[in-house]
Each structure stands twice: as C-alpha cells, then as structure tokens.
C-alpha cells in the first residue's frame, strides 16, 4: 500500500494511530507499529515518530484505580454467596419436573410434609404449584422424593460456598492477589 499522506498522530501503548490517505482506498484510521508484519507500517511508524506528519499526541495512559486484596475478597466473596443463593434457590428435578427451592418454598414442603404425615397414606393436595407454570398433585410419595433431592442441592451449594470461602481466606494469609483472583465465582456440582 502507497501512503499519500497522513495526518493526527496519536500515540497509544504500542504505536502511533493515524488518518492515513492511502493510494486506491482513501483516509483511513491506521494503527502504525515498529513491529508491524508490513513494510508501509513500520515506514508510516518511523514517518511519525520523526515528525513528519506533524507533533505527535502523547500517550496518557488511562487512570485505573488501584484495588486492595482486601476490596478483591469483598467482591469475590459477594459473589460467591450470591452464586450460592441461586444455585440454592434455582430448584430441583425430580420425576422430570422442576420444583422451586427458594426458602418459602422449603418451609411449604416442611408443612406439607407434617400434614401428609397426619392423614391417611394416599392424602394428596390437588393444585401444588412445583414451580412457576407447574402444577402437581402433591403426594407422600411425591413429597418424600423431593425433600431429600432438595436437601442435597442445599448442602452442596453450600459445601461449594465453604470451599470457595476457604481458598480466598487462604489467598488473602499469603497476600496472593493472584489466587484471589482466580477463585471461581461459579459453582461446579460435585461429581
């Protein structure tokens, strides 16, 4: 490409940009570097930097405001417990439906529970709502299924939430911004 002429360098962190009027194509912006893997971009960089298309605009590099280790693990811990919230609350398959988890509906099958206990053994309640848009015929049988699946998903989120709450207390004692860093804020069922 045959450069006509350029115009408004601009330093960045790894060159000089420009408006470049190239032969057969126009003005353009152009991101010119000594290291460039064509000819004319490494010209049009040493153009620049002698001056020749004018004083070049100094690179100021943006302000990026220094985070503690401590302020790190503060929002890496918020997001661990928010994960574990919705891992907790996002419900639980059983028999191919999805049933809500959320702590209202915890304490609904805590009370189901007691009353299917204390009918007869084929009571039911008609219209249970198992989640949104799904409705049940609630059973013993049925509730007995869920408790247990429920239960489970809570105790893993929350041995998830320990383990993860765990590594960042370990990161922040050996001031390892790095390991905090790379704690995952995203939960991985237990295999």
């Known amino acids: 490409m045959i450069a006509i002429t350029a115009y408004n360098p601009r330093a960045t962190s790894t060159g000089i940009e420009l408006n470049v009027d190239f032969e057969g194509v126009g003005i353009i912006p152009f991101h010119a570097t000594p290291a460039d893997s064509e000819q004319h971009g490494r010209d ?3 153009r620049a930097l002698a001056g020749e298309f004018g004083a070049v605009v100094p690179y100021i590099a943006p302000e990026v405001e220094e985070i503690t280790i401590g302020q ?3 929002i890496k811990l918020a997001a661990i417990q928010a ?3 919705r891992v907790r609350d ?3 398959l059983v028999e191919g439906i999805l049933f809500d988890t959320d702590e209202s509906a915890m304490s609904a099958y ?3 529970m007691v ?3 204390s009918q007869s053994h084929d009571a039911s309640i008609q219209k249970w709502k198992a989640s949104e848009g799904v409705w049940v015929t609630m059973t013993l049988s049925l509730m007995t299924s869920i408790v247990p699946v429920a239960a489970a998903n809570e105790t893993s989120a929350f ?3 320990a383990a993860r709450e765990i590594e960042v207390a370990e ?3 050996a001031n390892d911004m790095f390991a905090v860093q790379n704690v995952s804020e995203i939960y991985q069922p237990q295999a």
């Open 171 to 173: 990161a922040l004692a």
């Open 110 to 112: 805590t009370k189901t």
């Open 159 to 161: 041995a998830w939430q």
């Open 72 to 74: 790190l693990a503060e």
């Open 90 to 92: 996002g419900g639980v």
């Open 115 to 117: 009353f299917l206990f």
């Open 44 to 46: 049009l960089y040493a």
């Open 83 to 85: 994960e574990k919230i």
